[in-house]
Structures are given as C-alpha cells and as structure tokens.
C-alpha cells in the first residue's frame, strides 16, 4: 500500500486547536473559566490518546499571540492554568518518556512562566516517546517574521547566501525546526479556520474539523478524526495512486 494513499497509518504528526471551551461552558450558564479547567482534562486525555496510536508529535494551540486581547481576568485565569500544569503534569509526562516542546514567541513573557517552561523542556530533552509541542503565545505570521529576521540578518552577515534560501532553510529556522510537518489538523468548537497556527508547516495537511467543543474531546473522537485522515487520498500535487 503507499504510504500516501489511503490506509497508511498513524499519522507522525497531529497538530489541534483546542476551541469551544468558552461556548462549551456558557451554554451550561457556567463562567467560561470553568470550560478552561474541564479542558485541560481534553488535553491530558489527548496526550493519552496520542500516545497509545503511535504519534509522534502532538502540537497543541494552547495560547495565541492574539489572544492577548481577551479581558484580562481570562488571560491571567489561562496563564495560571499553564502554570499549574506544568506544576502538576510535568513529573508524570517525564516519566512516560514525553519530551516537551514549546512554541511561540518568548520575548515579553513572565519570567516565572518561562523559566517553568525551559525548566519541564531541560529535563524531558532526552526523552523519546511522544513528543509533546505546546504553542504558547503562537502566532504563525509571527514565527514566520522572527525566522526571516535571522536570515536576513546571515545574509547580511554574509553567513548564508541568498540563493540558498531555499524552503528547508526557511522549515529550520521556524520554531518547529526539526519536526516534521504535520500530517493531520483537528480543530474541534466548528470552526473552519486556522487562526493563525501553523500556516506554512500546514502546506499539505490534512484537516479535519469537528463539532464538538474541546472539553468533550477524548479518545474515541481523537480515534474517528484519525481514520477519517486515513481515508483520505493524499496527493501532494500528483495524481491519485494506480492500482494496476
Ligand atoms: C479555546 O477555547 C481556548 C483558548 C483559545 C485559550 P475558547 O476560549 O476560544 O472558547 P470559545 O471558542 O470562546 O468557545
Ligand atoms: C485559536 O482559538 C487559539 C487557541 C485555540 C489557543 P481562538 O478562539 O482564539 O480563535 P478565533 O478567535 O475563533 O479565530
Ligand atoms: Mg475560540
């Protein structure tokens, strides 16, 4: 079977964007920090999930760069969350083998929150199960200025030429540098857009898109947009796979 027709395997990598926790908890007459907690529940069954199928990288939107423009309370309600997070998940991740990764501008930050973050990534750097990419004030538009800057700059260092600017160039220096693209978008709340994530990684993924809002996600819907991605013909630019 090839690998890009339909029934290859598990996807390497998986990226989602968590939405609908807001909606999920208004329409409960709940505030929306409570759709918050409940997913980060979606999040520790999603890393299970990931786990027992055989990705690879999992990349989670966890905070965008434009998500900065909330009311106050949310964002430091998320922030807090973050922190906790890493406060309680981040022995247990370790422990699984999880290598933790994150994305996203860290200029700016609370220092606390990124000495939290270098500090889970630091001692999860030689782990080899699931790698685990948190997307933390990510903004893809962003990432993509940042790594022109840099190269720009070795150009005019006379470090790179400009000939060999080529797109691989362009892959490493993105914050995701290293990893391969993702092969399988999931964004849950109804949404079809991507909000700024991962624009040029995104190239050739495919993208499943699901109703339901982040804090009901779990492994069976994890399982369903999976075999939905392995039903899928993906042609990269060619033509569809000849069976004689
Ligand atoms: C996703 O849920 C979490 C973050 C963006 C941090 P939302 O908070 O966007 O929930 P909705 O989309 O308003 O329902
Ligand atoms: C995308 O969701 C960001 C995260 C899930 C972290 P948003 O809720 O911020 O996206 P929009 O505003 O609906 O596009
Ligand atoms: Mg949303």
């Known amino acids: 079977m090839s690998a890009k027709g339909p029934n ?31 997913g980060v529940e979606a999040l520790r069954r999603a890393v299970r999930a990931a786990g027992d199928m055989g990705v690879e990288v999992l990349t989670l939107y966890s905070f965008s760069a434009e998500n900065w423009s909330r009311p106050e309370t949310e964002v430091r309600f ?10 309680t998940d981040v022995a247990e991740l ?23 973050m270098e500090e889970a990534e630091a001692l999860t750097r030689e782990n080899t199960s699931l790698k685990l990419v ?12 940042r790594a022109v800057q840099v190269i720009a700059r070795k150009v005019a260092e006379g470090k790179i030429d400009a000939a060999d600017v080529t797109a691989a160039v362009i892959s490493n220096h993105l914050d995701t540098g290293g990893l391969p693209d993702p092969d399988l978008l ?12 991962l624009l040029w990684q ?20 994890f399982r369903r947009a999976v075999e939905e991605f392995q039903s899928r013909d993906r042609r990269f630019g060619g033509i569809k796979a000849q069976t004689a």
Not at 78 to 87: D, H, K, Q
Not at 134 to 145: D, M, P, V
Not at 207 to 218: A, G, K, M, R, S
């Open 8 to 38: 290859h395997g598990a996807p390497r990598h998986v990226a989602i964007i968590m939405d609908g926790n807001g909606r999920w908890a208004s329409e409960r007459g709940w505030p929306r920090s409570k759709g918050h907690r409940h």
């Open 78 to 87: 998320l922030l807090e969350l973050l922190r906790r997070f890493i406060r």
């Open 94 to 116: 370790h422990n699984a083998g999880v290598k933790i990764m994150m994305i996203g501008c860290r200029k700016g930050l609370d220092p606390s929150i990124l000495a939290m």
């Open 134 to 145: 948190i997307a933390f004030n990510y903004g893809s538009r962003q990432e993509i200025t």
């Open 186 to 197: 999931i964004r849950t709340g109804g949404e079809q857009r991507l909000s700024n994530y």
């Open 202 to 221: 995104c190239a050739y993924t495919e993208f499943v898109f699901l109703p339901e809002y982040w804090p009901d996600f779990n492994a069976d819907l």
